[in-house]
């Protein structure tokens, strides 16, 4: 199969979709595989690394998306990516489709096949192509988020640790999953006071087992949440329901029951954010306010340490990676339900039910996709 991999083009994304090992095992299985030049510089990649794992460097995105059979990426398909793409082809990549009706739609009309890195499953009950980015989100989250704390960025001037004599800020991470984790221990282990809320008693016990006391954790309810964010001086929103816009969990109105210059980080931003007033930001303009509340809402924080994220995010898309091309995307999914799962558009269908109903798109079952 011949694998193209084009440069990043979203603003401030650094990552790359195929690292030179990744090529390396897909040469060496008897594929061919092209890289946009400069692909990898981002991420520390040379051209040349490429070239000694047995890749073609190209010149243009063109000629990648042109001459591939299945497009390796890391962040959605942009318009003029999207233009580019065709019946027949395969593109393997986070999508977030729910909310996003015109990547969707343009999508569906390309004819090709998709499969959403964010809904392949394992047998675990995880997202095993989202983990490894929820882990770098998660942890940058307080990172961000005690920047924004700063008083010249905006925020209250709180430090997180606080010092002898005077108490650590409050922290409240809104879902306990593979982000929230990540950040309560990094917030934790600068000192804050964290709380995690979630709806998963299973979950709430396995936080509470594995962390003890690090952090607290309490039932998410919407009571719950109204009456921690009032004490809060940063909440970080981490919830997911797979594949669906994210649910809203803050509203307008409650921004005036918190302190002012208080800090919202929206990692669930990507499924559409889960407070009202988020809206998508880029790393080169991060933060915004609004009712003297400050809100960090970057949809590709990985990308802002490409390296460990291009690296942690290969090393979990490359066994996927190399049954696509060794057995073409319809036989692989058919002998794995969890890359199954993956698929969200094939030849101008839409084959996710929570994109469907996010979207009001009528979905065809992956089941009879692939048999068809
Ligand atoms: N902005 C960015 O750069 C990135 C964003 N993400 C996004 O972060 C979000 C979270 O991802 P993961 O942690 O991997 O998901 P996950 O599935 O591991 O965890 C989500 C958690 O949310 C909980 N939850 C669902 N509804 C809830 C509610 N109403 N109240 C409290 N908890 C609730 C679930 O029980 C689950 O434990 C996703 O939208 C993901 O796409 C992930 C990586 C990078
Ligand atoms: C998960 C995702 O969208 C990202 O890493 O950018
Ligand atoms: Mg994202």
Redesign the pocket.
Same mark, same amino acid.
């Given at each position: 199969m011949k694998i193209g991999c084009p440069k990043e083009i979203k603003p401030q994304e650094f990552r790359v979709g195929m690292t030179p090992n990744a090529a390396q095992e897909a040469v060496a299985r008897g594929h061919e595989v092209l890289i946009e030049t400069d692909a990898g510089m981002g991420s520390g990649f040379d051209n040349d690394a490429y070239m000694a794992a047995g890749a073609r460097i190209v010149d243009t995105a063109a000629e990648v998306f042109a001459t591939a059979d299945m497009i390796v990426k890391v962040k959605e398909p942009q318009a003029v990516e999207r233009k580019m793409l065709r019946e027949g082809q395969l593109l393997f990549t986070y999508l977030?489709l729910a909310p996003d009706p015109d990547q969707t739609h343009d999508l569906l009309s390309s004819g090709c096949t998709a499969i959403a890195y964010?809904t392949v499953t394992d047998a675990a009950g995880?997202?095993p192509l989202?983990?490894p @980015?929820?882990e +770098? *989100?998660?942890r940058l989250a307080p990172q961000v988020g005690s920047w924004t704390l700063q008083k010249a960025n905006g925020g209250r001037g709180v430090l997180m640790g606080g010092v002898p004599g005077v108490g650590p800020a409050k922290v409240v991470v809104?879902?306990?999953? +593979? !982000?929230?984790?990540h950040a309560a221990k990094i917030a934790a282990g600068m000192g804050a006071d964290v709380t995690v809320?979630?709806?998963?008693l299973p979950?709430l016990r396995y936080l509470d087992d594995v962390f003890g006391n690090t952090f607290n954790n309490q039932y998410?309810t919407a009571g719950a949440?109204a009456e921690l964010i009032q004490t809060a001086d940063m909440v970080i929103g981490? !919830?997911?329901? $797979?594949g669906a816009a994210? $649910?809203k969990?803050v509203t307008r109105a409650q921004l005036s029951t918190m302190k002012p210059g208080a800090v919202l980080v929206? +990692? *669930?931003?990507?499924?559409g954010g889960c407070f009202e007033t988020s809206k998508a930001t880029t790393h080169a303009d991060p933060i915004y306010e609004v009712d003297g509340i400050m809100h960090y809402c !970057? *949809?590709? @924080?990985?990308?802002a340490v490409a390296r460990t994220s291009t690296i942690a995010l290969g090393n979990a898309t490359m066994p996927f990676l190399l049954s696509l091309a060794d057995k073409g995307w319809k036989q692989a999914c058919q002998d794995d339900p969890h890359l199954l799962a993956g698929l969200n558009v094939h030849a101008g269908q839409l084959t996710y039910y929570a994109v469907g109903k996010a979207l009001g798109i009528d979905v065809v079952s992956p089941n009879v996709v692939i048999k068809s």
């Open positions: 977030h964010e995880g997202l989202l983990a @980015m929820s +770098v *989100a998660g809104i879902g306990g999953g +593979v !982000v929230g984790t809320l979630d709806r998963s979950r998410s949440t981490a !919830v997911l329901i $797979p994210a $649910p969990l929206d +990692v *669930a931003i990507d499924q !970057v *949809a590709n @924080m990985p990308g």
